[in-house]
């Protein structure tokens, strides 16, 4: 969009506004990642009293008792497995509601219910539901339940303006040619959808691994990275914390950095090939 | 014609599975929730007497009927920080960059930390705020304080900064959204029109972004209601907002009152979103 303004000034207030709270933004990720870096008798904050990697040492060879491997494993293996089902149960649910269904009006709030219900809620509730059952809660079932039931919605939502851009005349030609339905979806329907569903194994993916407040509730005895890193800030703030959120947040851009490589790519490999 | 029939069965059993998901892991909880907090009797079983006992006693208690007030004006003051930034920011970043190399530029530099873990980012405050914190260095370096202000971290103010950085780009999105759908033309005509900017401003571009600002304020709202890992992590357990009265009713066993005040927040939550729905035909959104 060009819109031609007269007002400059309107244009450095705004700027001046934007490129200040993106400073404020990015400010508090740059202390973190910098102090992870400080000597070994340097503290949680200023000064550093030199640069080392000790903390970073200290968080691979830690002991039993702040021990990161276990929970970050268990975080990881949890939100491979629900990004995994979101794709799953997000595609077929979006593939269903073109099918317009009896009831999908109040199908699309349902799902649509997870996004605005908060963690702390649903948390709390889906552990009355399982004490009540007398289910012993643990991080790979009622966590993983739960973990889907809050990344599903976004990956839906995903799933829908993919298939809203869709052209229909696409699939109605492999059904003319006389392929099945379920060839056409494979052949034709799934390659060019594939984007959208990268896009929601990305958001299942990074919800679970970042989602504290619906695991408090549901994971039982043994956390996943968040409870174990909000365990030890209880206990104590060290600059093994900062390291280790230095490397999740790094392990997040690069995924991000990856991933738009990867479209960028496609997009252009699909520029390139003759009409 | 395409790879499902309109009102097939296939559609159905399709949509079944995430729907029963749901169900269970969403819809279920919260009914337990609004159940269990109008149990009396004692243990956790279903065939405790249905009463309005606890919700009696939490309000009878006067301080926390102010920390429900004390919560609705936090998340009020952060709306009204977030809704004028986000506003701001929406409109610099897809009306006044013309770049697009900048704007691209400009727009992941804002979403980006939206991808990252909310925890640390929560956590990165804590080393910001400090005493001898990246800010009060910034502060001192430049002349503006003497000493460092202790009243950055562990407080109201430190909570309210974090809170910001967090959740402006939720009341920002909807808005570029918004934005970038309005018609060039219209805008155009106005000014044809000899409309000075700011009627333009008034008169068009701000009723056309409303739902925008909307969804974005509601997008807040229920964040901040439900936010308790801020006010933890940088508020370091001297304040407490309703959530943190859920986690802290939770670990010390009383599931009752756990569930009054989850029931409470969840009215809040309903009533928000039901003035905003009057507001806005969020449905209207799509087309």
Not at chain 2, 199 to 218: A, E, S, Y
Request: glycine content about 8%.
């Amino acid at each position: 969009m060009h819109w031609k303004t007269r007002s400059r000034l309107t244009g450095w207030v705004l700027g001046t506004v934007t490129i200040g709270f993106l400073l404020f933004q990015w400010a508090p990720m740059f202390t973190m990642f910098t102090l992870s870096f400080a000597g070994e008798t340097g503290g949680t904050t200023f000064p550093m009293n030199g640069v080392s990697l000790h903390w970073y040492r200290n968080l691979w060879e830690a002991d039993l008792f702040d021990d990161f491997k276990p929970p970050m494993l268990r975080s990881f293996l949890l939100a491979l497995a629900c990004s995994a089902t979101t794709v799953v149960l997000s595609v077929c649910a979006a593939q269903a509601m073109r099918g317009r269904f009896r009831g999908n009006g109040l199908y699309f709030y349902l799902l649509l219910l997870g996004l605005m219900a908060p963690g702390i809620l649903v948390g709390f509730g889906f552990a009355i539901l399982t004490r009540l059952l007398g289910i012993e809660g643990s991080w790979n079932t009622t966590a993983y339940v739960v973990h889907v039931s809050w990344a599903l919605p976004f990956g839906f939502l995903t799933m829908l303006a993919v298939f809203n851009r869709f052209d229909p005349k696409l699939e109605e030609a492999a059904l003319t040619l006389g392929a099945t339905r379920v060839i056409a979806f494979r052949r034709i329907t799934w390659p060019i959808i594939l984007p959208g569903v990268i896009g929601t194994a990305l958001f299942g993916f990074s919800l679970s691994y970042d989602e504290y407040a619906r695991t408090l509730f549901t994971a039982g005895s043994d956390g996943t990275l968040p409870l174990a890193v909000m365990a030890q800030l209880d206990r104590q703030l060290t600059p093994e914390l900062y390291a280790i959120g230095s490397v999740t947040t790094a392990m997040s851009l690069i995924v991000i950095a990856l991933c738009s490589i990867g479209f960028w790519l496609r997009a252009r490999a699909l520029r390139g090939r003759p009409a | 014609m395409s790879t499902i029939r309109a009102g097939s069965p296939a559609a159905f059993w399709l949509a079944l599975p995430a729907g029963l998901w749901m169900v269970l892991a969403v819809v279920l909880p919260v009914l337990l929730i609004v159940w269990v907090s109008l149990w009396g009797g004692q243990g956790v079983s279903p065939n405790n007497p249905i009463t309005f006992d606890n919700y009696a006693r939490f309000l009878a208690n006067e301080s926390y009927r102010w920390l429900i007030l004390d919560t609705i004006g936090q998340a009020a003051m952060i709306m009204a920080i977030t809704g004028v930034l986000g506003y701001c920011i929406a409109y610099f970043l897809t009306v006044k960059v013309t770049s697009p190399g900048w704007r691209i530029a400009l727009f992941l530099a804002f979403v980006i930390p939206f991808w990252t873990s909310t925890l640390i980012r929560a956590i990165a405050f804590v080393p910001f705020l400090g005493v001898n914190g990246l800010l009060n260095q910034l502060l001192i370096s430049l002349g503006l304080i003497e000493r460092p202000i202790q009243a950055f971290l562990y407080s109201r103010l430190g909570i309210s900064m974090a809170q910001v950085s967090l959740y402006t780009l939720l009341a920002s999105g909807p808005v570029v959204y918004m934005l970038s759908s309005i018609p060039l033309a219209l805008r155009e005509a106005a000014m044809t029109l000899k409309a000075p900017p700011i009627i333009v401003f008034w008169r068009i571009i701000l009723p056309l972004t409303l739902p925008g600002i909307v969804i974005g304020q509601v997008l807040v709202f229920l964040n901040v209601l439900a936010d308790f890992i801020t006010v933890t992590t940088v508020g370091g357990n001297k304040l407490a907002f309703l959530g943190n009265l859920i986690l802290l009713f939770y670990e010390g066993s009383q599931i009752r009152s756990t569930a009054v005040v989850s029931v409470l927040l969840m009215i809040l939550m309903l009533v928000g979103v039901t003035v905003a729905l009057r507001v806005v035909d969020i449905r209207k959104l799509g087309s």
